[in-house]
């Protein structure tokens, strides 16, 4: 298990890698001054290992999210996606809700991932 060390009071990032998963535990803000910190964390972690097969974010210490953290969510999707890894949004806080609901993006960021010719699941 890994705690990045932050520039920022606003945003701590829990990281344990186990097998074929890899667990993010979000602590904090995910906005415009360090969401970036996470996008950067998913893509050590994803190009760091070979074999990871599902990304476990864990959104239970989120504290606000802005449209800069959802768009880093989206692009920690899209990356999932190309990978072949399984995205999880996991204990998902009443605001990362809303959001999620309010701009479409519920559905996308977490619904299963497609099984089928062409998919692996």
């Given at each position: 298990m890994t705690t990045m060390p932050l520039p920022?009071?606003?945003l701590r990032l829990t990281t344990v890698d186990a097998d074929d998963r890899v667990r993010i535990e979000i602590h904090g803000d995910?906005?415009?001054?360090?969401a970036y910190?996470?996008?950067d964390e998913v893509a050590v972690r994803l190009t760091g290992r070979v074999g990871v097969r599902h990304l476990d974010i864990h959104c239970a210490g989120l504290g606000t999210i802005d449209s800069t953290g959802l768009s880093v969510l989206l692009m920690?999707?899209?990356?999932?996606?190309a990978a072949?890894?399984?995205?999880?949004?996991e204990d998902r806080p009443a605001n990362l809700e809303r959001l999620l609901d309010i701009t479409g993006t519920l559905d996308l960021l977490t619904a299963p991932?497609?099984?089928g010719p062409g998919t692996s699941g």
């Open positions: 920022s009071d606003h995910l906005d415009y001054e360090n910190l996470l996008q920690i999707h899209r990356r999932t996606t072949g890894v399984c995205l999880h949004l991932p497609a099984v």
